[in-house]
């Protein structure tokens, strides 16, 4: 092990560079507290080239140091790729790094075989296609990246990400960014933008900034893909608003209104209890409040 | 047709077997043969993308093993009349030209003229089968407006020479089955639908008809992310809801007001002409036909009459 000067590292070829992000706060304290504990790894060049180690470069370099611990190796540049991999399946690598790995790999000129190999240790499906989305990942706009990496969302949703233009998935991050989401939620506003703009030819962005919160852009975003399931659903509620159910009684409608029945649901503890929910039923199919929802599920 | 790209395999297990149908929806009791698993036209919406994980064609050429297996179910079945298709888990005639898979079984069925067998397909060639043909091989196309097939159907024959396939058919005495599936909302089907109709009646004898299936479109959530992925405007154009089994269908009301407008074309042109719902429920049948169809059994039933009516005691 050396201790070399960082001037003469070459921070800016990032050949072997996987990680993202490149900056951690978390490991920013922890090298101002005690330093650098493990050395990183360089190809023996002048200037040197980082193999393993960027982040405690270049957060050593953020926190004033000007020399780092290091161990000099000679290997070849296909080599040095796979122990900067190796060096960080342990601690399991989000999308854009497996990206990285992969991109990298193939701009190296390595065998799709040894590819697949890589890819099962990254836990990834050895195909073509996952190859393709994986570089195509690694290609993205910083943002982009950033949006995935902290949101931690799957492959599925980053696909669904990717189908948009660099200009749509501007507009969407920076919506999805603005509001509190959850994965789930952000695999649902996906689908419903992409069948937006495939049923639409576009999306209309500026009635969608400004929405207070996830519930709301939902309900926007359904309104334009399920017009007449929503229009079925509000009429559902405003029939149930007038049946005026107390919460011992329940009507249950399909969701999708499919189904060509309801389930008509009391709750009683008593038979006084049962004889009175009976009654307030009794009174709503008279109303032809009854009707009124079996309607709606017969289209 | 190129034929490059298919790669034959033999396949085994049970080939004969009742169509699986779909949860909580109205099956017509149809009988499949899987002959071949895997199909080359490689239609958009195709659910054989989502069921079968391999992109190799499977065969089974153990033709007097399958007409075993057939000829079981006939003798065994004294109440009704069966009906086996090869169009399940593939296309009947697009690759039967070279292998000549179809013909043992026409004349199995000519010769044992207890059940009726249906080649179901968009590849409109039947030349080949012409010295083989009897009324008990129904001859059935696929039908959508050109423009459907134009743009999500295209390794397949266009209309016109479908239903130049079907009149021939027709002209060797084969009864013609016509399959409305799936039919797609897209901006402007209303009127493309009329026009394919309107060639319908034009070129086709429609007393020989012997049914007419509709079915919108549905399919599995797995092709939802490739419809999406693909951009898929026409597939996706309409107001899709989760069914019952889990797959999409387009909402009620929408199936309704197409299947009405079907309905209402093709009686138009042929009063008798027997049409049937695929995989659709009990309050779709009642409102589009007027009929209550209230389980499997009872369109078996309808199967049975309107074979009876059109065989007589030929079968």
Redesign the interface.
């Known amino acids: 092990m050396k201790t070399i000067d960082i001037d003469h590292i070459n921070i800016n070829d990032r050949r072997f560079c996987i990680s993202y992000p490149m900056y951690d706060s978390t490991l920013l304290s922890s090298i101002n507290k005690i330093g650098i504990i493990q050395p990183v790894i360089l190809l023996n060049t002048m200037p040197y080239v980082v193999i393993t180690g960027f982040k405690r470069t270049l957060t050593a370099i953020q926190a004033g140091f000007t020399k780092i611990p290091s161990v000099i190796v000679d290997v070849s540049e296909k080599d040095a790729l796979l122990y900067a991999i190796h060096d960080n399946i342990k601690r399991g690598l989000n999308i854009v790094e497996k990206g990285h790995c992969i991109e990298r790999m193939l701009h190296m000129g390595f065998s799709l075989t040894e590819i697949h190999e890589t890819m099962i240790l990254l836990s990834l499906d050895p195909h073509e296609k996952i190859v393709e989305r994986l570089t195509a990942v690694a290609d993205m706009e910083d943002t982009f990246k950033a949006f995935i990496t902290t949101k931690g969302i799957a492959m599925?949703q980053v696909?669904?990400l990717m189908?948009f233009s660099s200009e749509e998935r501007s507009e969407i991050i920076d919506i999805l960014t603005s509001i509190h989401t959850t994965e789930s939620f952000i695999r649902e506003i996906l689908?419903l933008l992409?069948?937006v703009k495939?049923?639409k030819g576009g999306i209309d962005f500026d009635s969608l900034k400004n929405v207070p919160d996830a519930q709301e852009l939902k309900k926007i975003l359904k309104k334009l893909?399920?017009?007449?399931?929503v229009s079925l659903e509000e009429e559902l509620k405003r029939i149930k608003l007038l049946c005026a159910l107390s919460p011992d009684i329940d009507i249950k409608v399909?969701p999708?209104?499919?189904?060509?029945y309801i389930d008509m649901l009391i709750r009683a503890k008593t038979e006084d209890k049962a004889k009175d929910a009976i009654e307030k039923l009794r009174n709503i199919l008279n109303k032809g409040y009854i009707r009124s929802i079996l309607e709606l599920?017969?289209? | 047709m190129n034929l490059q790209e298919v790669r034959v395999e033999e396949a085994k297990g049970n080939i004969v077997r009742d169509c699986p149908g779909t949860r909580y929806h109205i099956c017509c009791g149809y009988k499949t043969i899987d002959l071949i698993e895997g199909c080359i036209m490689s239609c958009s919406y195709c659910i054989l993308k989502a069921y079968i994980n391999n992109p190799c064609i499977k065969i089974n050429k153990d033709i007097p093993y399958i007409i075993s297996q057939v000829e079981h179910m006939i003798d065994a079945e004294t109440n009704h009349t069966l009906r086996f298709g090869t169009g399940e888990l593939s296309d009947s005639l697009a690759l039967d030209r070279k292998l000549g898979l179809n013909r043992p079984l026409i004349e199995f069925f000519g010769e044992k003229k207890r059940a009726l067998l249906e080649l179901k397909s968009k590849w409109a060639y039947i030349t080949h089968l012409a010295p083989y043909l009897n009324p008990y091989t129904v001859i059935s196309f696929s039908v959508a407006p050109q423009n459907i097939i134009s743009k999500e159907e295209k390794r397949t024959s266009p209309l016109y020479k479908r239903l130049l396939a079907a009149r021939k058919a027709q002209e060797l005495g084969c009864f013609v089955g016509l399959h409305f599936d799936p039919v797609i909302i897209y901006e402007g089907f209303e009127k493309d639908y009329e026009y394919l109709i309107d060639d319908i009646g034009r070129i086709l004898d429609l007393k020989k008809v012997i049914w007419v299936s509709m079915g919108l479109l549905r399919f599995p959530p797995r092709l939802l992310d490739r419809f999406i992925e693909e951009g898929r405007k026409n597939l996706l154009y309409g107001e899709f809801v989760r069914g019952e089994d889990g797959k999409y269908r387009y909402i009620k009301q929408e199936r309704i007001k197409v299947y009405r407008m079907l309905h209402d074309l093709l009686k138009a042109r042929e009063e008798n002409l027997f049409i049937y719902l695929c995989m659709e429920r009990e309050d779709i049948w009642q409102k589009v036909t007027g009929l209550t169809v209230e389980d499997n059994k009872t369109l078996i039933g309808f199967f049975d009459k309107r074979i009876e009516n059109l065989f007589g005691g030929n079968i």
């Open positions: 599925k696909e669904m189908y689908e992409n069948l495939i049923k893909v399920n017009p007449i399931l399909d999708f209104f499919e189904k060509g599920t017969r289209g």
